[in-house]
């Protein structure tokens, strides 16, 4: 088993460095300044990784900031560039794909947009639904290899359950900092994203034109939804409680399908008492004070998979008219921190 670390620190060159078996770790290709907002940085990485290391399994690990449908790892050195979804796709795919990603620091990269946007470069996504400490990933790494050197054999799937797994085991590491409270963590199998994208644009057409209709549901039910900021909800709790109301059958069996999609692809999820109804996939849903990322979130430089895939984005055109704000032009950023990846067999 080989782990490879690709590091870019706010000061300093960076750098792509080999852990080894004793966490000894040596230096293998100094890059220089690089851009770990960048495709190219990334697909350079993960196939400097199979031509160097080739195995019959890859595993990659993002950390730094994340922003859920907006990406990942800003790079406060390349005038705050990030990974948006589209560019970390494009990288994985002409990279030859990888069988599992993971966020083991980014939050609200449980967003079903973004699993969504790399479903055909990776068989397990794995990512939090919330904001994610670093922290949850200390012991769970450790356990991560040393399954993967002793059961060689696990399956994608049934890796995914176990990170979920582990990390649910360790939480009371936590408890006295009450972060135990505020996990969540879930994994999900690209091969049934379809099918959840297929029932929200079902759900989607059949509210479009009613939009009076929605937003009377949301006036009842909008503070009942599991919600995680900047427009984020549980989506499998949105169905539950538009279930709770609406009194079309043709809608109703929608969004059951809707349900049992989710619950499908979701091989594994733990979280926290803090959250309510949560189930591993969030959408964005604005209200009043995220309505105006609607510009943002169907923005060509964006290029989200599931805004040409499904009708969503209309609909959610016609919600936010109901929600006016200043600005619909807001600019989304991240902090400037260092960032890396990790690919692991």
């Known amino acids: 088993m080989h782990v490879l670390v690709l590091v870019d620190m706010e000061y300093g060159p960076a750098k792509i460095v080999h852990v080894g078996e004793n966490h000894n770790v040596m230096p293998v290709s100094a890059l220089g300044e690089v851009n770990m907002g960048s495709t190219r940085t990334l697909r350079n990485f993960v196939s400097f990784a199979k031509d160097k290391y080739p195995a019959e399994?890859?595993?990659?690990?993002?950390?730094?900031?994340?922003?859920?449908?907006?990406?990942?790892?800003w790079d406060g050195t390349s005038t705050n560039d990030n990974l948006t979804m589209d560019e970390m796709g494009s990288a994985l795919c002409g990279a030859g794909g990888v069988d599992l990603v993971l966020f083991s620091a980014p939050c609200l990269m449980g967003a079903f947009e973004s699993a969504y946007e790399l479903r055909s470069c990776t068989n397990v996504y794995v990512a939090s639904e919330a904001t994610n400490g670093y922290a949850w990933w200390f012991d769970p790494m450790g356990d991560l290899s040393e399954t993967l050197h002793n059961t060689p054999g696990i399956s994608n799937e049934d890796l995914g359950a176990f990170v979920i797994a582990s990390i649910w085991d360790h939480r009371s590491r936590w408890s006295d900092r009450d972060w135990a409270e505020s996990l969540t963590m879930s994994a999900v199998r690209s091969n049934g994203l379809e099918a959840i994208e297929d029932q929200l644009d079902s759900l989607s057409a059949l509210y479009i034109?009613?939009?009076?209709?929605?937003?009377a549901h949301l006036d009842s039910i909008r503070v009942h939804i599991t919600s995680f900021g900047s427009g984020a909800v549980d989506l499998y709790d949105f169905a539950a409680e538009l279930l709770n109301v609406e009194l079309d059958d043709h809608i109703r069996t929608v969004l059951v399908g809707l349900q049992d999609a989710i619950e499908n692809a979701v091989i594994a999820d733990v979280h926290g008492g803090v959250w309510h109804d949560v189930h591993g996939r969030t959408v964005y849903l604005p209200d009043a004070s995220s309505a105006s990322n609607m510009d943002t979130y169907v923005s060509p430089s964006y290029c989200l998979d599931l805004i040409s895939d499904t009708r969503w984005p209309e609909l959610l055109d016609s919600i936010a008219a109901y929600f006016p704000s200043p600005s619909r032009n807001a600019h989304i950023s991240g902090p400037p921190l260092g960032n890396g990846f990790s690919v692991r067999r």
């Open 57 to 73: 399994r890859y595993l990659i690990s993002f950390y730094d900031h994340g922003g859920g449908w907006r990406g990942c790892c």
């Open 209 to 215: 034109g009613g939009a009076e209709r929605l937003r």
